[in-house]
């Protein structure tokens, strides 16, 4: 017989997601600890990282720790891994999901502002990869996930900075696919649509919110949270293994139009 459900427990599995204290990160890790995986969240501030992290492992009885750490930071990412190895006996699965977005026209953003949207979306993917791997192709396998975005395929006017950084994530995820598929480590990405997290919170009730953003979806309405954990928990098992480069788009619909 088929395995069927059973290629979606992640029993045994430890998992670090950045970005992990709120909004999506924190809903996915959420969910790869349902799916039974021990998991380090991951945020630039320690005590919201270890309030997150006791959240979950209270709800879903799993191991669950905290972490602080700029994922811009390579020597903050070295020794990220380092305690998460040391923490969690290894890393099966990374979930690079830290993020910023700053918005504006581009003759009204200043290079900084450009700048630092790149060390944080692009490089540090980059870093927390890097970081991983060698661990990994000691283990013989593991799993990334990056979250890029539907702003990474398609266009949005005043998002210069991260659209650049997203479309950067998707070729850097499609690359490094190629280069560890032969090493049993699925690389992949995640792109979400207009999910309502705190980073959106200031544009929800906006003209180009309402018309630009939700009215463009399908469903005519933000994601909700919980709707990112089933693209998480695939990506993440057995499941996914034939996944590889891959680009999944969970944005209700925004991108079929």
């Known amino acids: 017989m088929l395995p069927g459900i059973q290629q979606f427990d992640l029993s045994g599995k430890s998992a670090v997601v950045t970005g992990g204290s709120k909004g999506l990160g924190l809903a996915m890790a959420a969910g790869l600890a349902s799916a039974g995986a021990d998991v380090m969240l991951v945020s630039r501030h320690a005590e919201e990282a270890d309030a997150a992290a ?12 905290g972490y602080a750490a700029d994922v811009a930071d390579a ?10 190895n040391a923490q969690l006996g290894k890393i099966d699965i990374l979930i690079n999901n830290a993020g910023i977005n700053i918005r504006g026209p581009i003759d009204e953003l200043t290079y900084e502002e450009f700048r630092r949207v790149q060390a944080i979306n692009v490089d540090g993917v980059w870093l927390c990869c890097r970081a991983v791997v060698p661990q990994m192709k000691q283990a013989g396998g593991g799993r990334i996930i990056n979250l890029c975005s539907t702003l990474g395929l398609v266009g949005l006017a005043n998002r210069t900075p991260y659209a650049s950084s997203k479309g950067a994530v998707a070729q850097m995820t499609r690359a490094l696919a190629l280069e560890l598929a032969p090493l049993n480590i699925n690389v992949n990405a995640i792109c979400p649509g207009p999910f309502l997290t705190e980073m959106n919170v200031p544009i929800a009730e906006t003209e180009e919110g309402k018309r630009f953003i939700v009215g463009a979806t399908a469903l005519e309405r933000w ?3 919980e709707e990112i954990q089933g693209a998480a928990i695939f990506l993440a098992s057995d499941a996914a ?16 139009r």
């Open 75 to 84: 020597d903050a990412v070295t020794a990220m891994v380092a305690e998460a």
């Open 54 to 65: 006791k959240s979950v492992a209270e709800e879903f009885g799993r191991r669950a720790i």
């Open 241 to 256: 293994s034939y996944m590889v480069g891959s680009m999944l788009v969970v944005d209700g619909g925004w991108t079929a």
């Open 223 to 225: 994601g909700r949270l």
